[in-house]
Protein backbone atom coordinates (compact mmCIF):
# COMPACT_ATOMS: atom_id res chain seq x y z
CA UNK A 1 0.00 0.00 0.00
CA UNK A 2 3.08 2.20 0.21
CA UNK A 3 3.65 4.78 -2.66
CA UNK A 4 7.36 5.66 -3.22
CA UNK A 5 8.56 8.50 -5.51
CA UNK A 6 12.03 8.93 -6.51
CA UNK A 7 13.82 12.28 -7.06
CA UNK A 8 16.70 13.93 -8.30
CA UNK A 9 18.23 12.16 -11.44
CA UNK A 10 19.94 14.12 -14.14
CA UNK A 11 22.57 14.40 -16.61
CA UNK A 12 26.08 14.32 -15.01
CA UNK A 13 29.66 14.00 -16.40
CA UNK A 14 31.92 10.76 -15.18
CA UNK A 15 33.40 11.79 -12.09
CA UNK A 16 30.51 14.07 -10.65
CA UNK A 17 27.80 13.24 -7.93
CA UNK A 18 23.98 12.91 -7.43
CA UNK A 19 21.66 12.64 -4.54
CA UNK A 20 18.54 10.67 -5.31
CA UNK A 21 15.54 11.03 -2.64
CA UNK A 22 12.58 8.79 -1.94
CA UNK A 23 9.57 9.70 -0.45
CA UNK A 24 7.03 7.40 0.92
CA UNK A 25 3.03 7.83 1.89
CA UNK A 26 1.79 6.79 4.72
CA UNK A 27 2.26 6.71 8.61
CA UNK A 28 4.08 2.89 8.04
CA UNK A 29 7.68 3.95 6.92
CA UNK A 30 9.83 3.39 9.80
CA UNK A 31 8.50 -0.34 9.40
CA UNK A 32 9.86 -1.02 6.19
CA UNK A 33 14.12 -1.91 4.93
CA UNK A 34 14.30 0.36 1.71
CA UNK A 35 16.26 -0.41 -1.02
CA UNK A 36 18.14 0.64 -3.91
CA UNK A 37 18.07 -0.68 -7.81
CA UNK A 38 18.62 -0.04 -11.09
CA UNK A 39 18.09 -1.08 -14.37
CA UNK A 40 20.83 -0.19 -17.06
CA UNK A 41 19.85 0.21 -20.41
CA UNK A 42 19.06 -3.24 -22.07
CA UNK A 43 20.12 -4.88 -18.45
CA UNK A 44 18.33 -6.49 -15.69
CA UNK A 45 17.27 -4.70 -12.59
CA UNK A 46 20.57 -5.45 -10.85
CA UNK A 47 20.73 -4.46 -6.36
CA UNK A 48 22.57 -1.58 -5.48
CA UNK A 49 22.34 -0.64 -1.74
CA UNK A 50 20.01 -1.32 1.01
CA UNK A 51 19.06 -0.39 4.69
CA UNK A 52 17.39 -2.07 7.83
CA UNK A 53 14.35 -0.43 9.04
CA UNK A 54 16.47 0.47 12.62
CA UNK A 55 19.31 2.02 10.16
CA UNK A 56 21.88 0.60 12.06
CA UNK A 57 22.87 -2.00 8.91
CA UNK A 58 23.41 -1.31 5.31
CA UNK A 59 24.63 -3.49 2.75
CA UNK A 60 26.04 -2.60 -0.99
CA UNK A 61 26.54 -3.60 -4.21
CA UNK A 62 30.68 -4.07 -4.97
CA UNK A 63 30.19 -2.22 -7.64
CA UNK A 64 29.29 0.71 -5.86
CA UNK A 65 30.38 0.75 -2.40
CA UNK A 66 33.08 3.18 -0.97
CA UNK A 67 31.20 5.77 -3.37
CA UNK A 68 27.66 5.23 -2.56
CA UNK A 69 25.84 6.06 0.83
CA UNK A 70 22.29 4.81 1.86
CA UNK A 71 20.59 6.45 4.90
CA UNK A 72 16.90 7.49 5.76
CA UNK A 73 15.17 9.78 7.90
CA UNK A 74 12.14 8.21 9.36
CA UNK A 75 10.99 11.42 10.58
CA UNK A 76 10.64 12.50 6.98
CA UNK A 77 9.39 9.05 5.59
CA UNK A 78 12.36 9.75 3.04
CA UNK A 79 15.57 7.27 2.14
CA UNK A 80 18.22 9.16 0.04
CA UNK A 81 21.05 7.89 -1.81
CA UNK A 82 24.33 9.37 -2.16
CA UNK A 83 26.37 8.77 -5.07
CA UNK A 84 30.16 9.74 -6.18
CA UNK A 85 32.87 9.57 -8.36
CA UNK A 86 30.31 8.91 -10.78
CA UNK A 87 31.17 6.75 -13.62
CA UNK A 88 29.70 5.70 -16.83
CA UNK A 89 28.77 2.33 -15.58
CA UNK A 90 26.42 3.65 -12.98
CA UNK A 91 23.97 5.09 -16.11
CA UNK A 92 20.40 3.44 -15.05
CA UNK A 93 17.08 3.98 -13.87
CA UNK A 94 16.90 4.10 -10.40
CA UNK A 95 14.17 2.48 -8.09
CA UNK A 96 13.60 2.80 -4.24
CA UNK A 97 11.68 -0.09 -2.70
CA UNK A 98 9.90 -1.17 -0.15
CA UNK A 99 10.62 -4.69 1.87
CA UNK A 100 9.69 -5.87 5.43
CA UNK A 101 12.54 -5.86 7.58
CA UNK A 102 15.15 -8.73 6.50
CA UNK A 103 15.81 -11.34 9.02
CA UNK A 104 16.72 -14.32 6.54
CA UNK A 105 15.51 -12.56 3.71
CA UNK A 106 17.65 -11.51 0.68
CA UNK A 107 18.44 -7.76 0.75
CA UNK A 108 19.40 -8.17 -2.65
CA UNK A 109 17.11 -9.90 -4.33
CA UNK A 110 13.88 -7.82 -6.29
CA UNK A 111 12.02 -10.42 -4.89
CA UNK A 112 12.12 -9.48 -1.25
CA UNK A 113 10.62 -6.07 -2.02
CA UNK A 114 7.10 -5.56 -2.15
CA UNK A 115 6.76 -1.74 -3.05
CA UNK A 116 8.46 0.02 -5.95
CA UNK A 117 8.64 3.47 -7.17
CA UNK A 118 8.42 4.83 -10.75
CA UNK A 119 12.34 5.17 -10.71
CA UNK A 120 14.28 8.46 -11.93
CA UNK A 121 17.02 8.53 -15.04
CA UNK A 122 20.75 8.84 -14.02
CA UNK A 123 23.07 9.51 -16.88
CA UNK A 124 26.74 9.86 -17.05
CA UNK A 125 28.30 11.27 -19.70
CA UNK A 126 31.81 11.53 -20.97
Known amino acids: QVQLVESGGGLVQAGGSLRLSCGAS????????MGWFRQPPGKEREFVAA????????YYADSVKGRFTISRDDSKNTVSLQMNSLTLEDTAVYHC???????????????????WGQGTQVTVSS
Open 97 to 115: AAAWDFGTASYDMAYTYHA
Open 51 to 58: IRRSGAST
Open 26 to 33: GRAFSSYA
